[in-house]
């Protein structure tokens, strides 16, 4: 073959090539547009929504489409007419879902905040013209509030993490600048609450991480605030982060001294570090506000106790049993003060001069162990050790082998 004949046939072969490839690269464009105007026909038909709606998101399978502004549009178009014909159901009291209602609310909202991002692209010439704001802004502007009353329902269905979702696009929206011009912030009074329920939905999932999240916001209004706190200080001990755990109990405790969550952890964190020290310093705290709270009488009663304050400590204790004298805690504590005593001077190793004192102390636990007995008779693992050595000392023969074979069982 002549090379000019080579010549000719590449050429021709290269031509149609030429020809191929525009036509394919028109198909794709065929297809969006195509698509597009079958869902355009469904939408103004008034029915198959659905249909429309599943032709578009078809379409944005295909990251070369996701840019394309008529595709997200009629999208949403698609997605406004499900709501109204929910919406009509609904008003004219025909079944519907209610969980579907609420549902397409929020997806209406994230698709126009979809469709916003693409028609504030600023033109060839820069310039920013958004054709689609305007009217989206309006209509969910109003319909805003049916994402927080999704979240409340679901609430009322125990479906928490449902709800969470809801109150957390709504806490969310002020972000959004397809609402800048409505100033949530300032203007939407239900954003505290809604991050009240936020944070309540977060604290029965258990979940630390969503806890976190509004919790702070939640402690801004006083209603609210001693519930944000706790459910800070929970999230944080979920989460084995010690500091921030004690410092949301402090916090909690400093406002709300009365509250039954704060005090008792601090006080057991504080006893777990050994700061018996800071114990008494919450327990007086405490009996500033309320000087017969048996709480904090007992806290201080046993962090003197710790602290080997035994005089104090009696006081104290005896106090409590003015107020109560069925609380078993207290006969504990004196019946303990006067043992310590004893032991310490038994560990002078002078039998001689200290009997009398020895017998003194053991004679003053006796009674205090014995009511502690009899009021927690299920304690025998604090009460028979004590019981044993004070019957021992004693000399008293009849209670000290009852108590003995209580040990050996």
């Avoid at 057991?268 to 050994?274: A, M």
């Amino acid at each position: 073959m002549s090379n000019s004949k080579v010549i000719r046939r590449i050429f021709s072969v290269t031509a149609a090539l030429m020809l191929v490839v525009p036509a394919c690269a028109q198909k794709p464009e065929k297809v969006v547009k195509s698509h597009i105007g079958q869902a355009r026909a469904y939408i103004k038909s008034g029915k198959d929504y659905d249909k429309a709606e599943r032709l578009m998101t078809d379409l944005l399978k295909d990251s070369a489409n996701r840019a394309n502004i008529k595709i997200v549009a009629t999208w949403f178009d698609a997605v406004k007419g499900q709501y109204e014909a929910a919406n009509e159901k609904l008003y004219l009291k025909q079944k519907y879902d209610t969980a579907a209602f609420y549902q397409l609310t929020r997806h209406m909202e994230d698709v126009a905040f979809r469709l916003d991002s693409l028609d504030v692209r600023p033109d060839s010439k820069g310039r920013v013209r958004p054709e689609y704001r305007k009217a989206n802004a309006e209509l969910l502007h109003a319909l805003r509030p049916n994402i927080y009353y999704g979240g409340t329902w679901h609430v009322r269905k125990a479906d928490y993490a449902t709800a969470f979702n809801f109150f957390d696009d709504y806490l969310q929206a002020p972000l959004q600048p397809l609402y800048a011009d409505y100033h949530y912030e300032q203007t939407d009074t239900m954003l505290q609450t809604a991050a009240y329920w936020a944070t309540y939905c977060a604290y029965k999932m258990k979940d630390a991480d969503r806890i976190l999240k509004y919790c702070k916001r939640t402690q801004s209004a006083p209603a609210t605030e001693a519930f944000g706190i706790q459910c800070e200080a929970y999230a944080h001990h979920v989460r084995s982060a010690s500091a921030p755990y004690a410092d949301a109990l402090r916090r909690g405790y400093e406002a709300y001294p009365l509250h039954p969550y704060f005090f008792p952890r601090l006080a057991d964190l504080y006893v777990e570090q050994g700061r018996n020290d800071s114990v008494l310093v919450i327990a007086n705290r405490g009996l500033e506000v309320n000087d017969s709270n048996m709480l904090f009488l007992l806290a201080k009663s046993v962090a003197l106790l710790n602290l080997e304050r035994y005089d104090d400590c009696i006081e104290t204790s005896l106090y409590m049993l003015q107020l109560n004298d069925t609380m078993p805690e207290p006969h504990f504590n004196i019946a303990t003060c006067y043992l310590n005593r004893a032991l310490a001077l038994e560990q002078q190793n002078q039998p001689r001069k200290n009997r009398q004192q020895l017998r003194d102390l053991y004679k003053s636990a006796q009674p205090y162990m014995e009511d502690y007995r009899r009021l927690a008779p299920n304690d025998k693992q604090r009460w028979a050790p004590a019981l044993y050595r004070i019957y021992l000392n004693l000399n008293m023969g009849k209670q000290f082998e009852e108590i003995d074979r209580l040990m050996r069982q």
